[in-house]
Antibody, heavy 121, light 112 residues
Framework: QLQLQESGPGLVKPSETLSLTCSVSGGSIISSNYYWAWIRQPPGKGLEWIGSIGSNYFSGKTFYKPSLKSRVAISIDASKNQFSLKVSSVTAADTAVYFC??????????WGQGTLVTVSS | QSALTQPASVSGSPGQSITISCTGTSSDIGSYNFVSWYQQYPGKAPKLMIYEVSKWPSGISNRFSGSKSGNTASLTISGLQAEDEADYYCCSHAGGSSPHVIFGGGTKVTVL
């Protein structure tokens, strides 16, 4: 059974870079033709798709939410079976629970449990 | 890239059927059959209930059904049960010059 687990700092200072890693177990990232994505949910609010990266056949191709594109980067570390998220120049508006997911046909079907990241000085 | 539009809340009595609408545009729901629906309990990760408009993932009850007409997708829950009380989100592929995925604002389902 595929499992995803987010990890990273729970507190980030304004203007700094938020960095999260998603560890995948129960399957190989690079040997499967899927997109791996990040989604976030501010406290008490709805879901927001951040971006995704393709593996294997999709050869590392990335897609980002247009309004976040200038601040976001997603990458894969095949040797560790992980993928990562970086969001630069964070503000309080970036405070959220961050989920890593595997997508199938634009539908996130496997989710991590989520990790809360708070942006505060 | 505006969020898809969902009603803030929908309610129904046990055994009844309810429908949640999700309205997008010709750039997302209207152009692609990549619409999915998620159920989320407080403090938990969302769970995929419907994908590709009307398909069920393994293990999902057929009390949940999806459909689409034009720029609007719908999720129907039949035989409403207390355990169906949760937040529901629709999701769609969005095309254009920068393809991405877009969510609805979410609908709180209350079982009376």
């Amino acid at each position: 059974q595929l499992q995803l687990q987010e990890s990273g700092p729970g507190l980030v200072k304004p203007s700094e870079t938020l960095s999260l890693t998603c560890s995948v177990s129960g399957g190989s990232i690079i040997s499967s033709n899927y997109y791996w994505a990040w989604i976030r949910q501010p406290p008490g609010k709805g879901l927001e798709w951040i971006g995704s990266i393709g593996s294997n056949y999709f050869s590392g191709k990335t897609f980002y939410k247009p309004s976040l594109k200038s601040r976001v980067a997603i990458s894969i570390d095949a040797s560790k079976n992980q993928f990562s998220l970086k969001v630069s120049s964070v503000t309080a508006a970036d405070t959220a629970v961050y989920f890593c997911v595997r997508e199938y046909e634009s539908a996130p079907n496997y989710w991590g449990q989520g990790t809360l990241v708070t942006v505060s000085s | 890239q505006s969020a898809l539009t969902q009603p803030a809340s929908v309610s129904g009595s046990p055994g009844q059927s309810i429908t949640i609408s999700c309205t997008g545009t010709s750039s997302d729901i209207g152009s692609y059959n990549f619409v999915s629906w998620y159920q989320q309990y407080p403090g938990k990760a969302p769970k995929l209930m419907i994908y590709e408009v009307s398909k069920w993932p393994s293990g999902i009850s057929n009390r949940f059904s999806g459909s689409k007409s034009g720029n609007t997708a719908s999720l129907t829950i039949s035989g409403l049960q207390a355990e169906d009380e949760a937040d529901y989100y629709c999701c769609s592929h969005a095309g254009g010059s920068s393809p991405h995925v877009i969510f609805g604002g979410g609908t709180k389902v209350t079982v009376l």
